[in-house]
Nanobody, 124 residues
Framework: QAQLEEFGGGSAEIGGSLRLSCVASPVTYGAGCLAWFRQAPGKERERAAAIRVRDGTTFYSDSVKGRFKISRDHAQKAMYLQMNNLKPEDTATYYC?????????????????WGQGTLVTVSP
């Protein structure tokens, strides 16, 4: 079983919505923090949102705050990203990632496990 696997990417219109899912292995879900990173063509990978598994504290980048919502489900060992009011600049490959210590830092080097990614495309 892959440690992290993403589902739910696809195409949406500007202003539309998509919901991403990330299913984790039991050990990986027990990590301190789970996050969604994204990487647009020609750009660096950036963290869009994160959630501390223990207490559900959430973190968002300024570019998605107010439009995206991250959540987790203990029973399903899953994490979700509800993306609303999508913009063309949200077009990217989205990755889920796990970090052990629960600090939910924003640097990619702080995360030890990554999914394969799922593509989100936003167009008129």
């Amino acid at each position: 079983q892959a440690q992290l696997e993403e589902f739910g990417g696809g195409s949406a219109e500007i202003g539309g919505s998509l919901r991403l899912s990330c299913v984790a292995s039991p050990v990986t879900y027990g990590a301190g923090c789970l996050a969604w990173f994204r990487q647009a063509p020609g750009k660096e990978r950036e963290r869009a949102a994160a959630i501390r598994v223990r207490d559900g504290t959430t973190f968002y980048s300024d570019s998605v705050k107010g439009r995206f919502k991250i959540s987790r489900d203990h029973a399903q060992k899953a994490m979700y990203l509800q993306m609303n009011n999508l913009k063309p600049e949200d077009t990217a490959t989205y990755y889920c990632a796990a970090e052990r210590r629960g600090f939910c830092l924003s640097g990619i080097d702080d995360y030890y496990s990554w999914g394969q990614g799922t593509l989100v495309t936003v167009s008129p």
